[in-house]
């Protein structure tokens, strides 16, 4: 099984990364990775905050675990850590399995993010 990849991007036109996106997915022949995109950083950063990048670093490999065991990994209340990974699989970064737990299933994340002067 080919590892999967995950680009997030930060492009208020996210109408025209998609279009672009569609055409590139639709020209290929191979995987192309998956992409998620937020329309500003304050949306980026709101969502994915350090303590949610801890968790899907925690799991990233790891294959399926149950959120308390997920919690106690990473030295954090139960309650908040499923609040977390609630909000993760929200945004698709991380899956749930038919067993109950949790996995992650992207090998590796990049961001992609321009910080560009005002025109």
């Given at each position: ?24 997915a ?9 992409s998620?995109n ?60 038919a ?21």
């Amino acid at each position: 099984m080919e590892k999967r990849t995950l680009t997030i991007t930060v492009d208020a036109d996210w109408q025209g990364a998609l279009r672009t996106l569609a055409r590139q997915a639709f020209s290929a022949e191979t995987y192309q990775g998956e992409s998620l995109n937020f329309a500003t950083p304050g949306a980026f950063f709101g969502k994915l905050t350090q303590r949610r990048w801890a968790l899907l670093r925690l799991l990233q490999g790891t294959g399926e675990i149950t959120v308390r065991d997920l919690a106690h990994r990473a030295g954090r209340d139960v309650r908040r850590v499923h609040e977390d990974v609630t909000a993760l699989a929200d945004l698709g970064l991380l899956e749930r399995t038919a067993r109950g737990g949790v996995l992650c299933p992207f090998a590796d994340i990049h961001v992609d993010m321009h910080l560009r002067e005002a025109v």
